[in-house]
């Protein structure tokens, strides 16, 4: 279980630095070998530019070690992306929420400034590798963690090895079309998955349609809406966050339907902001128990949310990448 443990480490204790690189923020700590926070700090991400988001990656680390420095020594630097990463160069390559338009030598760059080793992963991959390494992976050798947040990805897990594909680029699941006319994708493409069932997606699908629901309590929210607000309304029977939450719901039943019957899991593992309604998670479960292929249904164990903690589970996952940052990550 992912932990806070402040001032805790013994001396002995392997330390690494982490950074989860978002499309909103930047979280830095430093995370123990076996998976305790000792202390963190959460940054702004300037989307501006590259060379912008580049300079919050700097200045987000810089302001962690002026406040920890005096802290335990680390021995590497593990950063978790979003977007299309080459662990093995250290080169994050491209990104589409972020503007990383030209492949920038990450790694490099940062062992220079810092003068410590650095090791670079898509962040859903780090988030899959802390489940591996401390949560679902303790139980099931073959299984799915989907990440439900601002945007929707997923890490799969076969017989206790990450798998990552030959671009390390398999699981990008809110890139499957669910609907040929749908809203328009930030990748271009028309009816991915995203555009309706993240928390990004949900939220700007309602801003569209708040105009033809003048009576929806939404309204009221216009300023501040969250993906949470949403399903609260929609429990007491708004109209528009009902459409909403049941077409998120459509869309993933749909791909996670695709899922189970494609890879065969013994589990699928919810994480990230969408997660915390537990109803999206049991009715999901209820769907894939009776559309899966019955083999694949049946050996479905469970699909239920992480029991790492959601805000935490990416920074401990791009932390242990210091301790063995390689392609194939077998299962402990």
């Known amino acids: 279980m992912i932990t806070s443990a402040r001032g805790q480490c013994s001396k002995d204790q392997k330390v690494a630095i982490g950074v989860d690189v978002g499309g909103t923020k930047i979280l830095v700590g430093y995370v123990t070998e076996d998976g305790h ?16 988001a580049l300079r919050s990656i700097d200045e987000a680390i810089d302001h962690f070690l002026q406040l920890f420095g005096d802290g335990p020594p680390a021995e590497g630097i593990g950063i978790g992306l979003v977007g299309h990463i080459d662990p093995e160069a250290g080169v994050w390559k491209h990104a589409i929420n972020i503007p990383i338009h030209e492949p920038i030598h990450l790694s490099e ?23 591996l390494l401390y949560g679902a992976g303790q139980e099931f050798k073959h299984f799915i963690y989907l990440n439900l947040g601002t945007g929707i990805s997923m890490g799969i897990v076969s017989d206790g090895r990450l798998v990552r ?3 390390n680029y398999a699981g990008e699941l809110g890139h499957m079309s669910v609907n040929t006319v749908g809203p328009r994708c930030s990748c271009g493409r028309i009816g991915c998955m995203e555009t309706m069932a993240s928390g990004g997606g949900m ?4 801003m569209d349609l708040l105009s033809s629901y ?11 809406l969250q993906t949470d607000r949403i399903f609260i309304e929609a429990l007491q029977g708004d109209l528009l966050a009902a459409r909403i939450r049941n077409e998120a719901l459509g ?3 749909i791909s996670l339907t695709n899922v189970v019957n494609l ?18 998670v049991d009715d999901l479960e209820a769907h894939l128990r009776t559309t899966a292929l ?3 249904a049946n050996a479905l164990v469970c699909i239920e949310q992480s029991k790492l903690e959601v805000g935490r589970v990416g920074l401990v996952g791009a932390a242990s990448l210091v301790w063995g940052g390689g392609i194939n990550e077998t299962h402990r």
């Open 203 to 206: 939220i700007l699908r309602a």
């Open 165 to 167: 594909g030959a671009a």
């Open 37 to 52: 926070v000792l202390e963190s700090r959460q940054y702004s991400m300037d989307r501006t530019s590259q060379l912008s």
């Open 214 to 224: 003048p009576q929806s309590t939404l309204n009221q929210y216009a300023s501040r």
């Open 263 to 280: 890879l065969n899991p013994e589990a699928i593992i919810v994480g990230g902001g969408v997660s915390r309604d537990k109803s999206i």
């Open 109 to 131: 760059k940062m062992e220079k400034r810092y003068g410590l080793p650095v090791t670079l992963d898509n962040d859903v991959r780090c988030a899959t590798r802390a489940e």
């Open 294 to 296: 019955p083999p694949a």
């Open 251 to 253: 869309a993933l039943q």
